[in-house]
């Protein structure tokens, strides 16, 4: 069990930005290519099979919260009691973000 | 975004949005296209009898009887936002009882991709030729038109009348053998 709960799942915010960002790019372009050949082609159903392929691409790149997206973790202050003692950090105990 | 759930629900909405565009942009680049076209038609036999309608009133009515020829080629009909025609024939004349009479004699659905080039000749009609009284016997301008319902991908479902019709006229004699 403190293996699966140490792989780490959290992006952070500006891995969340980019993955949003990545996903809208991919499926504007697939929509916009399969538009294109489904014209060229006259088969709408080619432009919808082209689109669901970008939506996969983009669920496979920006739904698992890859490392790539973990790259500009905040830098917290450390934590200090009532006198401005910084308090020494449990290693056992991650706390897990909102 | 930051779970794997929120991340989800946003790139299937997104994705569901740009189908709905792309959807109406397919609708958009066919909806202004001119979807007439020649057809050539012809009766070869036309009788009239006077028989009794049990389906309605039981009271003797006119029925027609006529064989017809069609000729024409829809190929030109279909692009990415049409799936399926449905060609219908339809008999229009007057009666002293009413101004139009519009009757569907025969149809037929032509998928995309079937054959469109259609040449019929001395063709039954699917459907029966009932006036709703004694208006047939020597009516002397019934007339046959060719139409087309568009079944598209996304869109209207316009009813088009094909250019050419044919008009002819029933015999002033009842027939009373069989047909």
Known sequence: MDFINAIPTHMDYDGQARAERLSRYIITLF????????????????????????FALAALLTIPPWPMYRRKPLNWQPARDENGVIIKEQPSKKGKKK | MH?????GNSILAYALSVLACLTFLCFASTV???YRTQAK??????VVKNVPDYSASREKNDLGFLTFDLQTDLTSLFNWNVKQLFLYLTAEYETPNNELNQVVLWDKII????????DFKNMNTKYYFWDDGNGLKGNKNITLTLSWNIIPNA???PNIFSHGQHSFKFPMEYTTSRV
Do not use: H, P
């Not at chain 2, 779970?3 to 991340?7: A, C, E, F, I, K």
């Not at chain 2, 038609?41 to 036309?46: D, G």
């Open chain 1, 31 to 54: 929509g916009a290519v399969g538009l294109i050949w489904g014209y060229i082609i006259q088969q709408f159903s080619q432009t919808v099979y082209i689109l669901g392929a970008g």
């Open chain 2, 3 to 7: 779970t794997v759930l929120q991340r």
């Open chain 2, 32 to 34: 202004f296209l001119d």
């Open chain 2, 41 to 46: 038609m012809n009766t070869v036999k036309v």
């Open chain 2, 111 to 118: 998928l995309r991709g079937e054959n469109a080039v259609l």
């Open chain 2, 155 to 157: 869109g209207l479902l």
